[in-house]
């Protein structure tokens, strides 16, 4: 196996055992944009293209994961503490699943707490 091989299959096992992964934006999304209108006139509203959005979207999920890792794998936190901001976490996903409606496949998304909502 040479280093690239090598790279390849660690990039793959940390992306699974971390809940890291690529998401893919829905087709019907493909070339939109975001744009945002001031309700002040005279000001210039703002374009965002969706594909960067829908990026930092994904990264934000990626981190919120990452950080429930760490917190779940913390020795000097106790099991209530855990509870408490795993509960934040869940919080955070469940205000994100109102963006699931960008990704191409529902697993991807998020998932709050209670029921499932796009």
């Keep these: 196996m040479d280093i690239d091989e090598f790279r390849r299959v660690l990039r793959e096992v940390l992306s699974e055992e971390l809940g890291v992964g690529r998401a893919e934006m829905g087709g019907r999304w493909e070339g939109g ?57 869940t919080g955070c996903y469940g205000t994100l699943t109102t963006f699931n409606v960008l990704f191409a496949r529902r697993e991807d998304g998020f998932t709050g707490s209670g029921r499932d909502s796009d």
């Design 33 to 89: 944009e975001i744009v945002l209108r001031p309700g002040k006139e005279g000001t210039a509203e703002k374009r965002i293209p969706l594909d960067v959005f829908f990026h930092k979207i994904v990264m934000l999920r990626d981190k919120l994961r990452v950080l429930e890792q760490k917190i779940n794998g913390h020795e000097g936190l106790s099991d209530a503490e855990k509870v408490q901001l795993q509960a934040y976490i």
